[in-house]
């Protein structure tokens, strides 16, 4: 089955960190590039981060520019979304997604994504 499955989520006071981690199942993320997206609540889903295959390549929304880091270690088969300096405004579902595409900010590049996992920020 081919999947990609998020991990890492919680509940973070502002101010805090958090580390998501994306594995793909029956996908070779290497060949892949990966994007990480977000969906508060009442609100559309939002890019928040691209990196390209090699990871030599990223590119971040303007609201988490500075704050959150992409990474991926195609050896494990895994990319990663290290958020730090969280802000309440940060609560959303966090999804990590793949595409046979370049770097790109559009969602709907996108052919495989995951279930999504819950961050949320308290004040």
């Known amino acids: 089955q081919v999947q990609l499955v998020e991990s890492g989520g919680g509940f973070v006071q502002a101010g805090g960190s958090l580390r998501l981690s994306c594995v793909g199942s029956?996908?070779?993320?290497?060949?892949?590039?990966m994007g990480w997206f977000r969906q508060a609540p009442g609100k559309e889903r939002e890019f928040v981060s691209t990196?390209?295959?090699?990871?030599?390549?990223?590119y971040y929304a303007d609201s988490v520019k500075g704050r959150f880091t992409v990474s991926r270690d195609n050896a494990q088969n895994t990319g990663y979304l290290q958020m730090t300096s969280l802000k309440p405004e940060d609560t959303a579902v966090y999804f990590c997604?793949?595409?046979?595409?370049?770097?790109?900010?559009?969602?709907?590049?996108?052919?495989?994504w995951g279930q999504g996992t819950q961050v949320t920020v308290s004040s």
């Open positions: 990196i390209g295959r090699a990871g030599v390549s990223s």
């Open positions: 997604a793949a595409t046979n595409q370049g770097t790109t900010r559009r969602e709907s590049m996108y052919e495989f």
């Open positions: 029956g996908l070779t993320l290497r060949r892949l590039t």
